[in-house]
């Protein structure tokens, strides 16, 4: 085989690899590449007596955020929005014993602003790592649990001090099983679905 033949070869494989990598490009599934592995981290301030926390979730997210004492007895809860990469509860209503649990929770992704959904998925979809569990109304939410311990100063700066309990307002009770059901036929490849609305979900 002289070298033009071999050339001519080489260059035929190369382009038949270089259409193979391109067809691969298009039909392999971009959700890998524009997911999110979530990370969370927070704690009680001891000073200002709230609790802050860094994330990667994207500006808009709205996260609960609940405290129980060492005896699973509630102590506070509040809704807080990240900016920035931060967020940062109001004061803890409730006095504190050394020892409490941590809890934050994303809203499902219907409770979330449209910004948030392009970036998460309409079910929460786009969510990966540790952190991220099946929500029990369907789709999939971020769960980060700590134990925390409080210097003895602040138990003691939380029992003189005196704040009005914050009240987190109360949303319209939503219709699960049709959230449900959404998340169920998107998690099984269906792609005429509209996009998730509030309206969508609440009754």
């Given at each position: 085989m002289n070298r033009a033949a071999v050339m001519t070869k080489r260059g035929k494989g190369g382009a038949m690899r270089m259409g193979v990598f391109l067809w691969m490009m298009l039909v392999l599934p971009v959700s890998s590449a524009l997911a999110l592995d979530v990370t969370m981290n927070a704690t009680v301030d001891d000073n200002r007596l709230i609790v802050t926390g860094m994330t990667n979730l994207p500006d808009g997210t709205e996260l609960l955020v609940t405290l129980t004492d060492a005896d699973g007895v509630y102590k506070g809860r509040d809704r807080?929005?990240?900016?920035?990469?931060?967020?940062?509860?109001?004061?803890?209503?409730?006095?504190?014993?050394?020892?409490?649990?941590?809890?934050?929770?994303?809203?499902?992704?219907?409770?979330?602003?449209?910004?948030?959904?392009?970036?998460?998925?309409?079910?929460?979809?786009?969510?990966?790592?540790?952190?991220?569990?099946?929500?029990?109304?369907?789709?999939?939410?971020?769960?980060?649990?700590?134990?925390?311990?409080?210097?003895?100063?602040?138990?003691?700066?939380?029992?003189?001090?005196?704040?009005?309990?914050?009240?987190?307002?109360?949303?319209?009770?939503?219709?699960?099983?049709?959230?449900?059901?959404y998340c169920a036929l998107k998690a099984s490849g269906r792609k005429d679905l509209p996009p998730v609305t509030e309206s969508l979900v609440l009754r």
């Open positions: 807080v929005i990240v900016s920035k990469g931060a967020f940062a509860t109001g004061p803890i209503p409730q006095p504190l014993n050394r020892e409490c649990t941590l809890n934050i929770l994303t809203q499902i992704a219907t409770y979330q602003p449209a910004n948030v959904r392009s970036i998460i998925g309409d079910c929460g979809d786009m969510l990966t790592g540790r952190l991220v569990v099946k929500g029990s109304v369907g789709g999939l939410i971020v769960s980060y649990h700590d134990r925390i311990v409080l210097s003895k100063q602040a138990v003691m700066q939380r029992k003189r001090a005196v704040v009005a309990p914050k009240m987190v307002a109360q949303r319209k009770a939503p219709a699960f099983n049709r959230y449900s059901s």
